[in-house]
């Protein structure tokens, strides 16, 4: 019970930001109020990322920068990427969230078409092969640019950074990652095996509303360390 009442008294207070979206806000509401549906056996995956974050967060560092890794840089990066910092946002965390693939792509639209659907302000600035998007959270909130590139490319960061590989592909192929602090491996089950059937759509929102979640609660856990 002693870690029940802190934990919820800090959600309950935790998305009263005007300057996120209505729609993204109540999105990450709808998120937090299924904290449930993550079993001890995923929270054993997540928490060592909460507990790096927390640590780090105790310096005197003016952000933590973390950059999300899958094959493509398509897919899962990118939702990864968006959602831990809209879940930052929300609490107040200074976290800035990058990502990268062990090759580049480009954004998957599908993806593009999920994540608007979810609350995000997705602009398209450019019309190429790899197209750049800027993506706004609401008001006052950093604009986000998403465009598929190698993990270590600019913008990202090279050097002092928590990397997350976030699928299995990636982490088999990057067992090391230079630069980084540390490096977790939380992989997600890639929303492409249903492109082109009837249940796309579905099948990305899913995934999508998981990642939103698992992220958000890596950000509440990691809140949670630093108010002890």
């Known amino acids: 019970m002693k870690f029940i009442i802190p934990f919820v008294c800090l959600i309950t207070s935790s998305f009263a930001r005007a300057d996120l979206s209505p ?34 967060l105790q310096g005197d560092k003016d952000t933590i ?12 990066s990118h939702m990864s990427q968006l959602w831990m910092k809209a879940a930052a946002e929300s609490l107040r965390l200074p976290l800035t969230t990058w990502s990268g693939g062990t090759e580049s792509t480009a954004m998957n639209p599908r993806a593009v078409a999920s994540l608007r659907r979810a609350g995000f302000d997705i602009t398209q600035t450019t019309k190429n092969n790899n197209p750049i998007y800027h993506v706004s959270m609401g008001t006052d909130t950093p604009t986000q640019t998403c465009f598929s590139k190698p993990w270590s490319s600019p913008p990202n960061p090279t050097r002092n950074f928590f990397a997350v590989m976030v699928c299995n592909d990636a982490d088999q192929k990057c067992p090391t990652v ?33 990642i939103a979640r698992e992220f958000l609660w890596v950000a509440h856990k990691a809140k949670e360390l630093l108010s002890r």
């Open 65 to 76: 920068d973390v950059t999300f890794v899958c094959t493509h840089n398509s897919r899962r």
């Open 178 to 210: 230079p630069g980084a602090i540390d490096r977790f491996a939380i992989p997600f089950v890639d929303p492409k095996i249903s492109d082109g059937t009837e249940a796309e759509s579905a099948t990305y929102d899913e995934r999508c509303a998981q």
């Open 23 to 56: 729609k993204l806000a109540e999105y990450l509401n709808q998120r937090q109020a299924e904290f449930d549906q993550i079993d001890d056996s995923r929270r054993i995956v997540l928490e060592p990322l909460a507990k790096a974050l927390a640590q780090g």
